[in-house]
């Protein structure tokens, strides 16, 4: 495989950055200095949930259970699971939401 393409991923209200194609919304925006709240990183505590319309790859197992532990609505994704395959812009929610 050749180098991961590359894409530009968007935060709402706090700017763009560089990514590649199967890096994961949280790995992507803290490497470019994005601001997005995150605790465990393993699709445990939902503190990283964002919302994203288009742009990732659908949910693995893990994220999904989480997801619907937490009973979030359709585009809220974790930052810390959601893979990047397009460019993106996703939006920071508040924890409690
Ligand atoms: S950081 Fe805990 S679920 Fe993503």
Not at 52 to 59: C, F, I, R, S, T
Not at 79 to 96: F, I, K, Y
């Amino acid at each position: 495989m050749g180098p991961a393409a590359r894409l530009r991923l968007t935060v709402t209200g706090q700017g763009a950055a560089p990514a590649s194609v199967g890096q994961t919304v949280l790995e992507a925006a803290l490497d470019a200095g994005l601001q997005l709240p995150f605790g465990c990183q393993r699709a445990e505590c939902g503190v990283c949930r964002i919302q994203a319309e288009a742009g990732l790859e659908a949910p693995g197992r893990l994220e999904a259970l989480t997801l619907r532990a937490f009973g979030c609505p359709p585009g809220v994704r974790l930052a810390c699971q959601a893979r990047l395959a397009a460019d993106a812009t996703v939006r920071r929610l508040p924890s409690d939401s």
